[in-house]
């Protein structure tokens, strides 16, 4: 049985060995090369926590020089959800769109992609808790997008 079982599990890898299969996050895969992304985007407090996300999802390498530039625009539009007896919102609803292109250093044609993403906070009375509430959930959408993008990215390049 542990021999049929060996025979199987071997032929299955010269099989797949075969193909030309490669792992995406493998090192000859598109993976690789996420880490010589430089990335910019707006100089503000969400777009510093996406360009954060970003590099930790590319896991960025600053000791070399980077083959692409991504570069963001990021606009967030915020709207009140539920009503409470004063008429003031019981929960917010966020919703950020970052608009990205990827730029190569080589200069070839650029990539071009858009990612939205929608969170929601519950709206608290105490200031101090109504503003670690929205930077909360401009912190999950950031995550949220870098995702998003970093999906997107993968994609057009193993198209490449």
């Excluded at 025979?7 to 996420?34: D, H, K």
């Excluded at 608009?99 to 080589?106: A, F, H, M, Y």
């Excluded at 929608?118 to 997008?145: C, H, K, M, N, V």
Aim: hydrophobic share 40%; with cysteine; charged share 25%.
């Amino acid at each position: 049985m542990r021999r049929a079982l060996a025979l199987i599990v071997v032929a299955g890898a010269a099989l797949l060995s075969g193909c030309g299969f490669t792992p995406l996050y493998g090192e000859t895969g598109v993976g690789s090369g996420l880490s010589r992304i430089a990335v910019t985007t707006p100089d503000n407090r969400l777009g510093y926590r996406l360009r954060e996300q970003l590099e930790d999802a590319f896991g960025r390498d600053g000791s070399t020089q980077p083959l692409y530039r991504l570069t963001t625009e990021v606009s967030q539009e915020r709207r009140p959800l539920g009503r409470r007896i004063d008429d003031t919102a019981s929960r917010y609803e966020l919703t950020v769109k970052a608009d990205w292109t990827l730029v190569p250093v080589s200069g070839r044609e650029p990539i071009k992609g858009s990612q939205t993403t929608t969170t929601t906070y519950a709206a608290a009375d105490q200031p101090y808790a109504a503003i670690a509430a929205q930077q909360d959930g401009e912190d999950r959408a950031a995550a949220d997008l870098a995702r998003l993008i970093r999906l997107d990215m993968m994609r057009a390049l193993a198209g490449r």
